[in-house]
């Protein structure tokens, strides 16, 4: 059984900064793409950033590679997403995403909240 797990989301106050973690199990993590989306309230899904399996590839989504910037251990099986200098508008359920040929799986989402 697959699972994507999330961990790091919370309460931040502007500027700040948090350091999201995807633990994976089930899955041969070295052979997937792996990918942070997020969902703010109201709006669509969309993408944060995405690392191919070697982690020699990286795209991010517009207007998110000045402050975010993703990363995996393929030894821990893990993606993290390092957020920096948070805004109001960065409010959002992230979810971890796993992309392999026609196999692609989802984490349930951490949410991340950035409020004075």
């Known amino acids: 059984q697959v699972q994507l797990v999330e ?21 041969t993590f070295s052979w997937y793409e792996m990918s942070w989306y997020r969902q703010p309230p ?9 690392i191919t399996s ?3 590839s990286i795209n991010y989504g517009d ?8 990363s995996r251990d393929n030894a ?8 920096n200098s948070l805004k109001p508008e960065d409010t959002a359920v992230y979810y971890c995403n796993a992309k392999w040929r026609q196999l692609n799986y989802w984490g349930k989402g951490t949410l991340v909240t950035v409020s004075s």
């Open 54 to 56: 070697a982690g020699g």
């Open 76 to 83: 821990k099986r893990t993606v993290y997403l390092q957020m």
């Open 63 to 70: 207007s998110m590679k000045d402050r975010f910037s993703i």
């Open 7 to 27: 961990s790091g989301g919370g309460l931040v106050q502007p500027g700040g900064s948090l350091r999201l973690s995807c633990a994976a199990s089930g899955l």
């Open 42 to 50: 109201e709006k669509e899904r969309e993408l944060v950033a995405s």
